[in-house]
């Protein structure tokens, strides 16, 4: 296979680098990340399954990034391996490829805004909700957070569904103030009690008018987390409307709001217009997620875990590149970047970095 002549250029390593913070049992942890243009990047431990899939030891480092793969007609490609892949490495910095499908494990956190008239829609998408995360992998958990002025854990993460079906019958509280970027922070720090497996994908999906009045963290924090943390928001704005220049109008969120789901690897959803608002038959408590559940579950089934181990080359202080290809008929996308056939990574790693 050749690749093209051109390749996609979206990962730029120039000034930042791994650093070293422990030697303790030759664990890692990122004191300076890759630089990447809008896109999450992990930093693993390559580590050796045992039954029941949970890790006992490490062996190299891993990178890993969430990736889209579709084909022609931008149909999930569900059935890609590493093998499927062609790596061009002619510095001999990586010692071999990891590709895993993004719905296999998901760690889902479902964030309910329960203030003012949301209370009733979100209780009614319940089974709907659930639904979505039914049809992940066996291994997947679901915890639920909900929130008004302040954010509060109803449902650890579990495998049961029947804490987080509770979770979803909200008591009557009106006139509460919402702090929802208070409720993301919560649900990123949620996943500090799981341990991290490479081959799990993590989401939150935060339902929400998207007027916040109450927090006291910024978007941009969170959002710097859940890129170090590897999780991606999808965001479902149930919107209020207002009077503007004469017309009915969505109310603009918060600013930040809609870029929790942009700047994360996941999606905004808008529900409704201003068209339907006005409609006769407009009720707001009949409003169905079920088509945003499903593009959630599509879009989810179309994402891998694409990731390099870092081999011995790569320690040596200098610039590297690599191309990885896919085959033909197919393109996958990193960050919002486009679909590209192939893409070009930069890496630069200290010189000092203790091999495993």
């Known amino acids: 296979m050749l690749l093209p002549a051109a390749t996609h250029k979206t990962i730029h390593s120039t000034r930042s680098a791994l650093l070293l913070r422990s030697r303790i049992a030759s664990w890692l942890k990122i004191a300076g990340a890759l630089a990447i243009i809008a896109l999450p990047l992990i930093h693993l431990q390559a580590q050796e399954p045992v039954e029941g899939d949970e890790v006992v030891k490490v062996s190299t480092d891993l990178l890993v ?22 790596l061009k490495d002619n510095d001999h910095v990586t010692s ?18 329960e203030s003012g008239s949301l209370r009733e829609i979100v209780s009614q998408q319940r089974e709907a909700a659930l639904a979505l995360f039914g049809r992940f992998g066996e291994r997947s958990q679901v915890a639920v957070i909900r929130f008004a002025e302040k954010p509060s854990l109803v449902a650890s993460f579990g495998r049961d569904t029947s804490a987080a079906r509770e979770a ?3 008591p009557v509280r009106p006139n509460q103030h919402t702090a929802i970027f208070d409720a993301a922070a919560a649900a990123v720090n949620a996943f500090d009690a799981l341990p991290r497996v490479r081959s799990e994908r993590r989401i ?18 969170i959002i710097q987390a859940a890129l170090q943390k590897q999780i991606s928001f999808y965001v479902i704005h149930l919107p209020l409307f207002e009077p503007r220049d004469g017309r009915l109008a969505v109310r603009y969120p918060a600013k930040g709001f809609r ?15 201003e068209a339907s608002a006005l409609a006769p038959q407009a009720n707001k408590t009949s409003t169905d997620l079920t088509p945003i559940f499903q593009a959630i579950e599509e879009d989810l089934r179309s994402q891998y875990l694409l990731g390099f181990y870092a081999g011995d080359a790569s320690r040596d202080g200098r610039n590297h590149r690599f191309t990885v290809s896919l085959p033909a008929g197919v393109e996958y996308q990193l960050g919002g970047h486009g679909y590209s056939r ?3 990574f930069f890496v630069k790693m200290p ?3 203790p091999k495993p």
């Open 204 to 221: 939150v999906v935060l339902i929400s008018d998207g007027l916040d009045n109450a927090s006291t963290i910024k978007p941009g924090a």
């Open 259 to 273: 870029e929790l789901a942009e700047k994360t690897g996941g999606k905004y959803f808008l529900v409704g217009n």
């Open 351 to 353: 010189s000092d970095l």
């Open 96 to 113: 071999g490829l990891y590709l895993y499908p993004g719905a296999d494990r998901v760690a889902l956190v479902f964030a309910l805004d």
């Open 168 to 170: 979803f019958k909200f």
């Open 342 to 344: 192939t893409h070009e």
């Open 65 to 86: 990034f969430p990736i889209r793969i579709k084909d022609k007609r931008r149909q999930a490609a569900t059935t890609l391996t590493e093998r499927d892949l062609l």
